[in-house]
């Protein structure tokens, strides 16, 4: 069964510093990997989709990168803004078989950028 | 705006009464998806429609019943539900067979169950 961590569960930067999230999936075998934002009670907004045969994907100040031999994601956000303060979550879609459609979550860091 | 729209924003209910949920996606994506979000727990897939067709069912009580008339529309029809199932309830659709499949979020509705 697919499992994604993320870590730090929550991070809390100055305005203007660089930052990484991390996430992990214990299953190699993926189809895609997205990286969301969700602000308070709010729907996900998708940021970047990295298909399995890519190594990363860029969106104005936000770089994702995919090692998929090692399970691991970054989600890199330069000259952050208290306006990307909001909770980023990772999800993997696995290749093929049963649960083939199904995004796995992890459980979001949260992210505070202090003015 | 995603091109994913749910309706009612929030519901709240008793336990013994019967609501649905509806959503609808204006990006004429083929596959849509009910998720649950509950506090402290990742995003959990309940249902999944591609073309229509119901392809997955994550081991979802009964008293929550799936509809998919048309590509277009997805509703969750709700009843006897349990305090426990408060929770926000996530649309998303998607266009299977293309490249991507990167799937579309709507807003949620926030579910409270007395």
């Known amino acids: 069964k697919q499992e994604v961590t993320q870590i730090p569960a929550a991070l809390s930067v100055p305005e203007g510093e660089n930052l990484v999230l991390n996430c992990s999936f214990t299953d190699s075998a993926i189809y895609n990997l997205q990286w969301f934002r969700q602000d308070p009670g709010k729907g996900l907004t998708s940021l970047l989709l990295i298909q399995s045969s890519q190594r990363e994907q860029t969106s104005g100040r936000l770089n994702a990168s995919l090692d998929k031999s090692s399970g691991r994601s970054t989600l890199y956000i330069a000259a952050s803004q208290p306006g990307d303060s909001a909770t980023y979550l990772c999800a993997v879609r696995l290749r093929s078989g049963a649960g083939s459609y199904q995004l796995t979550f992890g459980k979001g860091t949260k992210l505070s950028v202090i003015p | ?114």
Request: some cysteine; aromatic content about 10%.
């Open chain 2, 1 to 114: 705006e995603t091109g994913v729209t749910q309706t009612p924003r929030h519901l709240v209910m008793g336990m013994t009464n019967k609501k649905s949920l509806k959503c609808e996606q204006h990006l004429g994506h083929n596959a849509m998806y009910w998720y649950k979000q509950s506090a402290k727990k990742p995003l959990e897939l309940m249902f999944v429609y591609n073309f229509k067709e119901q392809t997955e069912n994550n081991s979802v009580p009964s008293r929550f019943s799936p509809e998919c008339p048309n590509s277009s529309h997805l509703f969750l029809h709700l009843h006897t539900l349990q305090p426990e199932d408060s929770a926000l309830y996530l649309c998303a659709s998607s266009q299977e067979g293309g490249r991507g499949n990167e799937q579309f979020f709507g807003p949620g509705t926030r579910l409270t169950v007395l």
